[in-house]
Nanobody
Framework: QVQLVESGGGLVQAGGSLRLSCAAS????????MGWFRQAPGKEREFVAA????????YYTDSMKGRFTISRDNAKNTVYLQMNSLKPEDTAVYYC????????????????????WGQGTQVTVSS
């Protein structure tokens, strides 16, 4: 079992930055690939970024590549999402999730593949 708790959301002006954190419980955190997803009102939850267990492979949705950076610190059981150059369309609830199985570059983007989810943190970007 893994419990995930996100933090770091808030209100920011367009062009600003936020750093989200996701703290995980459990001693097996380093064995999971981790992902960030987001869900805007009235929309489906979409993939944002993911990182493998060691942190040396990362994956992004094209629209966020170059603006968002995912990283992890296995010693702290924490995964991060650094978000720069934020836009109003980035407004959403952001969720972190843990993926316990072997993955492919396709499956790691699929929300149904993830085993554990956090409760989400709200990010609001004003214009």
């Amino acid at each position: 079992q893994v419990q995930l708790v996100e933090s770091g959301g808030g209100l920011v002006q367009a062009g600003g930055s936020l750093r989200l954190s996701c703290a995980a419980s459990g001693r097996t955190f380093s064995s999971y690939a981790m992902g960030w997803f987001r869900q805007a009102p009235g929309k489906e939850r979409e993939f944002v970024a993911a990182i493998n267990w060691s942190g040396d492979s990362t994956y992004y949705t094209d629209s966020m590549k170059g603006r968002f950076t995912i990283s992890r610190d296995n010693a702290k059981n924490t995964v991060y999402l650094q978000m720069n150059s934020l836009k109003p369309e980035d407004t959403a609830v952001y969720y972190c999730a843990a993926y316990s199985r072997p993955y492919t570059v396709v499956t790691i983007t699929q929300r149904g593949r993830y085993n554990y989810w956090g409760q989400g943190t709200q990010v609001t970007v004003s214009s």
